[in-house]
């Protein structure tokens, strides 16, 4: 069975200013993990994925995790916040053969305070 | 650039009634997801369809549940029986191969069942 825990629901950070959103994975089998944002009245949006390539990956709008095996984590980290980095963040995992359904956390929302 | 699409947007129904709530992957995929997110709750898997049939499907797909191909562009979720806590939003998803692929996200239709 696989699972992700999401630490904060809310996270307010300023413009400009680091953006921290922790994820710490379960999983009985090497995972694939994933970033996907969403916007208000929107679908999912992949940011970035781990597939078991770097553990340092870059994803779309300067966002990008790092996977820590011996903490499994997968915490997402962007430098400087943006007022359009706004929105739901739900970090996900999934096995990496035959099992390809997608196990989402609980979500984090994000404030930018300008 | 291709995208997943969901028709409708929005479904009011009365509890009991049946619905269809349909989807159109990305041409190319072969793989066929739906996902559901109760207002405030995570995203939860509903079920995974390959090569006409169901993949795997989790608790909450029960009986009440069935999805089809019934051509080659879409891919629909049906509800029998609606109960009042079906309301959420339906989130169709399609990926081109299995096993840590990203999965592209239609922007959901909101079934409220009143």
């Known amino acids: 069975a696989q699972s992700v825990t999401q630490l904060g629901s809310h996270v307010s950070v300023s413009e400009g200013a680091l953006v921290l959103l922790r994820c710490n994975y379960s999983?009985?089998?090497?995972?694939?993990l994933f970033w996907y944002v969403q916007y208000p009245n929107q679908g999912l949006q992949l940011l970035l994925k781990?597939?078991?390539?770097?553990?340092l990956v870059k994803g779309i709008n300067g966002f990008e995790a790092e996977f820590k095996k011996s903490e499994t984590s997968f915490h997402l980290t962007k430098p400087s916040a943006h007022m359009s980095d706004a929105a739901e963040y739900f970090c996900?995992?999934?096995?990496?053969?035959?099992?390809?359904?997608?196990?989402f956390g609980t979500g984090t929302r994000l404030t930018i305070i300008p | 650039e291709p995208e997943v699409t969901q028709t409708p947007s929005h479904q009011v129904t009365q509890m009991g009634q049946e619905v269809i709530l349909r989807c159109v992957p990305i041409?190319?995929?072969?793989?066929f997801y739906w996902y559901r997110q109760i207002l405030g709750q995570k995203v939860e898997f509903l079920v995974s369809?390959?090569?006409?049939?169901?993949?795997?499907k989790s608790e909450i797909f029960d009986d009440q549940f069935s999805v089809e191909r019934p051509d080659g562009s879409n891919f629909t979720l049906k509800i029998r029986s609606t109960k009042l806590e079906d309301s959420a939003m339906y989130f169709c998803?399609?990926?081109?191969?299995?096993?840590?692929?990203?999965?592209?996200f239609g922007p959901g239709t909101r079934l409220t069942v009143l």
């Open positions: 041409s190319n995929h072969l793989y």
């Open positions: 998803a399609s990926s081109e191969i299995a096993g840590g692929d990203e999965q592209f």
């Open positions: 369809f390959y090569n006409n049939e169901i993949s795997e």
């Open positions: 781990y597939t078991s390539a770097a553990t």
């Open positions: 996900a995992v999934s096995g990496n053969f035959g099992n390809e359904k997608l196990t």
């Open positions: 999983s009985s089998v090497p995972p694939y």
